[in-house]
């Protein structure tokens, strides 16, 4: 079976009986396959890459993604080149375009830049308002287009994307974050780096693959984009992360099996909070969601952590909402338990 423990206690629950449904993680964890794979290499640690891993992950990746090896460069997770993608592209003069709320690591690096940075409201149905991030500036070095998106789990269309490389201003690169896509049912926009766009495509390892403390990621892009990343750090890969990644690509049933996994507690989850009358934001299609609380999210975050469930954080354009992570369906049933009673509580 390529889950763990699909039900009851997974090897990733914690000792302490906490509920981690707070950091997008995947609790059914490595596959088996990508564990075995761990055990087969870790032997070989004393060496770099004595059987040449990362290469081989390399041209997996490029073999089932229809794009050569050199559009894809491997590292240990995807937020290393998310940083550099950013570090490279923005500057005091090339403004970071993002979406708000959005996952923030991008705008941190340009933070580290000096860049400007422009947020820009999601949309009524809370996709990136590509339109409005087009426009934000013609001096824009980077636009950050993350679907489906975090912390909202919603989605933006592939002809919104396609919409946004078609318009973005001269000079500028769109940067996708693809951390979640295998989540959904959508398509993927590593076609566009096939064709030569300007634009950065970002996978982890991370999430349906659930490889998050295994750390394996790539950027694809265009040669000549990759190529502007280097200067901001080179670093051997660790061989499990490229062995592992390997093994799970070659499992076919792994993703699928997952996502239909995780879509069923999502939507389990989502419709007994709007059956109870809370307010999930959007339509989200991943495994994380946001719901407005109504009332203070910090406060509802340590009322929850205070009946052993740690959910997700709020974003400052939002305090009322927090981030909520799909787990397991026992500990999704654990959440409702302490939502309600965290809900239906004296006022926060
Ligand atoms: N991008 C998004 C949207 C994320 O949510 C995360 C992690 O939460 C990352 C990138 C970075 O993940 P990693 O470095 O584990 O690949």
């Given at each position: 079976?390529?889950?763990?423990?699909?039900h009851g206690q997974s090897a990733n629950a914690p000792p302490s009986g906490m509920v981690l449904i707070n950091a997008n993680e995947n609790p059914l964890g490595p596959s088996k396959a990508a564990c075995d794979a761990i055990a087969r290499v870790?032997?070989?640690?004393?060496?770099?890459?004595?059987?040449?891993?990362?290469?081989?992950?390399?041209?997996?990746i490029a073999a089932q993604s229809g794009l050569k090896p050199e559009f894809i460069a491997v590292y240990a997770g995807s937020s290393e080149p998310l940083h550099y993608s950013v570090l490279a592209f923005t500057s005091p003069?090339?403004?970071f375009?993002?979406?708000?709320?959005?996952?923030?690591?991008?705008?941190?690096?340009?933070?580290?830049?000096?860049?400007?940075?422009?947020?820009?409201?999601?949309?009524?149905?809370?996709?990136?308002?590509?339109?409005a991030m087009v426009a934000a500036d013609a001096q824009a070095g980077v636009i950050y287009i993350c679907n489906p998106n975090n912390p909202t789990g919603t989605l933006t269309t592939k002809k919104d994307i396609v919409w946004a490389l078609e318009n973005k201003p001269a000079g500028?690169?769109?940067?996708?974050d693809e951390a979640y896509i295998h989540l959904t049912d959508e398509p993927d926009t590593l076609d566009l780096v096939a064709q030569g766009k300007d634009?950065?495509?970002?996978?982890?390892?991370?999430?349906?693959?659930?490889?998050?403390?295994?750390?394996?990621?790539?950027?694809?892009?265009?040669?000549?984009?990759?190529?502007?990343?280097?200067?901001?750090?080179?670093?051997?890969?660790?061989?499990?992360?490229?062995?592992?990644?390997r093994a799970s690509l070659e499992d076919p049933k792994l993703v699928p099996e997952r996502r239909k996994m995780i879509g069923d507690t999502r939507r389990d989850t989502i419709a007994w909070l709007k059956t109870n009358g809370y307010k999930v934001i959007g339509d989200p299609q991943t495994n994380c969601f946001m719901i407005d609380t109504?009332?203070?999210?910090?406060?509802?975050?340590?009322?929850?952590?205070?009946?052993?469930?740690?959910?997700?954080r709020t974003w400052p354009i939002w305090p009322n909402a927090v981030?909520?992570?799909?787990?397991?369906?026992?500990?999704?049933?654990?959440?409702?338990?302490?939502?309600?009673?965290?809900?239906?509580?004296?006022?926060?």
């Open positions: 079976p390529s889950g763990m423990a699909l870790a032997p070989l640690g004393g060496r770099y890459d004595l059987t040449g891993e990362t290469e081989l992950l390399t041209k997996t003069t090339k403004s375009v993002t979406a708000d709320p959005s996952y923030e690591a991008g705008m941190f690096a340009a933070r580290t830049s000096q860049a400007k940075i422009i947020k820009t409201p999601l949309t009524s149905a809370f996709a990136h308002d590509v339109k500028s690169i769109l940067l996708v634009l950065i495509v970002l996978r982890t390892f991370s999430k349906i693959y659930g490889m998050a403390g295994i750390r394996c990621g790539f950027a694809a892009g265009r040669p000549d984009l990759l190529a502007k990343l280097k200067p901001f750090g080179q670093n051997a890969m660790p061989i499990t992360g490229s062995a592992a990644a109504g009332r203070n999210g910090r406060a509802v975050m340590a009322a929850m952590k205070a009946r052993n469930v740690m959910i997700g981030r909520v992570s799909v787990g397991t369906p026992e500990e999704m049933a654990a959440f409702k338990v302490a939502f309600k009673a965290v809900m239906d509580g004296p006022p926060l």
